[in-house]
Nanobody, 121 residues
Framework: QVQVAESGGGLVQAGGSLRLSCVVSGRIFSVNDMGWYRQAPGKQREWVAT???????NYVNSVKGRFTVSRDNAKNTMYLQMNSLTPEDTAVYYC???????????????WGQGTQVTVSS
């Protein structure tokens, strides 16, 4: 069994910061690309950032310069440091992980349950 679990969401004022975490646990061989997505009320889920196992990163334009994605491969954990938050960042944030299971079967886009981020004006 595999679990992808996000944490760190909450309520913050505009201009504030939050740090999200995503932990992958279970019978896995390795965790490859990981990503953050978000879904605001009434909107489709959108990609926010990706980090490869080697540490290469990409961001959606709207968060560049404000958000930083990082990971600790030894802990199968990914982080999203979010600074200068605005009300437009309000959403449920989801973690996605590209997994290689212990039987070497690939499980792409394995999702967590999400964590709510609310930014008040």
């Amino acid at each position: 069994q595999v679990q992808v679990a996000e944490s760190g969401g909450g309520l913050v004022q505009a201009g504030g910061s939050l740090r999200l975490s995503c932990v992958v646990s279970g019978r896995i061989f390795s965790v490859n690309d990981m990503g953050w997505y978000r879904q605001a009320p009434g909107k489709q889920r959108e990609w926010v950032a990706t980090i490869t196992r080697g540490g290469d990163t990409n961001y959606v334009n709207s968060v560049k310069g404000r958000f930083t994605v990082s990971r600790d491969n030894a802990k199968n954990t990914m982080y999203l440091q979010m600074n200068s938050l605005t009300p437009e960042d309000t959403a449920v944030y989801y973690c996605s992980a590209d997994l290689i299971m212990s039987d070497l079967v690939r499980r792409p886009r394995t999702w967590g349950q999400g964590t709510q981020v609310t930014v008040s004006s």
